[in-house]
Antibody
Framework: EVQLVESGGGLVQPGGSLRLACTTF????????MNWVRQAPGRGLEWLAY????????YYTDSVKGRFTISRDDAQDSLYLQMDSLRAEDTAVYFC????????????????WGQGSLVAVSS | DIQMTQSPSSLSASIGDSVTITCRAS??????LNWYQQKPGKAPRVLIY???TLQSGVPSRFSGSGSGTHFILTINSLQPEDSATYYC??????????FGGGTKVEI
């Protein structure tokens, strides 16, 4: 069974740092592109960051560029999100999501998600 | 960036009804459009990918259509468990990947 389990969330002061981890089970982690998506309280979904299978291609949304860093450790079957210079507006539930890409059609989707990890930024 | 606009933002329907949710892209995205369902306190799950392909395990009362900039999610014979928020997402161009604002379906 495919599982993604986030950890590392919590309460942090503005300007502080947190590192989220997404530990995966039940599939060959190294064969998948991965993403982070967040959801502020009562709001919609916001894509944050993408990392390729090799880790060589990384993208961020503008609001976190320069503050957040996505990384992966295939030996640990894990995805990470280092979050620095946190702001109140970063308060959200953070999801890791596996990306399934069809090389023939070009379709891609987030086919498995973690349960989410709550990050609260407040003094 | 490609903007995704969903309508309506919420709707109320009865068991057995059919409902449609519309998603418009700010520029053409072919059929690179996915639909997700999210229930309170849970992670989203993919329902439809490639605008019209039903994800494995998703009931056949869900269907998707459209291409270019205009897309529709249809739920036929609405069931109590379909009460959720639905999001469209474009996978045509990144960064960024973008989601619609969501449509809350109440039954």
């Amino acid at each position: 069974e495919v599982q993604l389990v986030e950890s590392g969330g919590g309460l942090v002061q503005p300007g502080g740092s947190l590192r989220l981890a997404c530990t995966t089970f039940g599939f060959m982690f190294k064969n998948y592109e991965m993403n982070w998506v967040r959801q502020a309280p009562g709001r919609g979904l916001e894509w944050l960051a993408y990392i390729s299978k090799s880790g060589n291609i990384i993208y961020y949304t503008d609001s976190v560029k320069g503050r957040f860093t996505i990384s992966r450790d295939d030996a640990q079957d894990s995805l990470y999100l280092q979050m620095d210079s946190l702001r109140a507006e970063d308060t959200a539930v953070y999801f890791c999501a596996r990306q399934h890409s069809d090389i023939f059609t070009g379709d891609s989707m987030f086919d498995h998600w973690g349960q989410g990890s709550l990050v609260a930024v407040s003094s | 960036d490609i903007q995704m606009t969903q309508s309506p933002s919420s709707l109320s329907a009865s068991i057995g009804d059919s409902v449609t949710i519309t998603c418009r892209a700010s520029q053409t995205i072919g059929t690179f459009l996915n639909w997700y369902q999210q229930k309170p306190g849970k992670a989203p799950r993919v329902l439809i990918y490639g605008a019209s392909t039903l994800q494995s395990g998703v009931p056949s009362r869900f269907s998707g259509s459209g291409s270019g900039t205009h897309f529709i999610l249809t739920i036929n014979s609405l069931q109590p468990e379909d009460s959720a928020t639905y999001y469209c997402q474009q996978s045509s161009s990144m960064p960024p990947l973008t989601f619609g604002g969501g449509t809350k379906v109440e039954i």
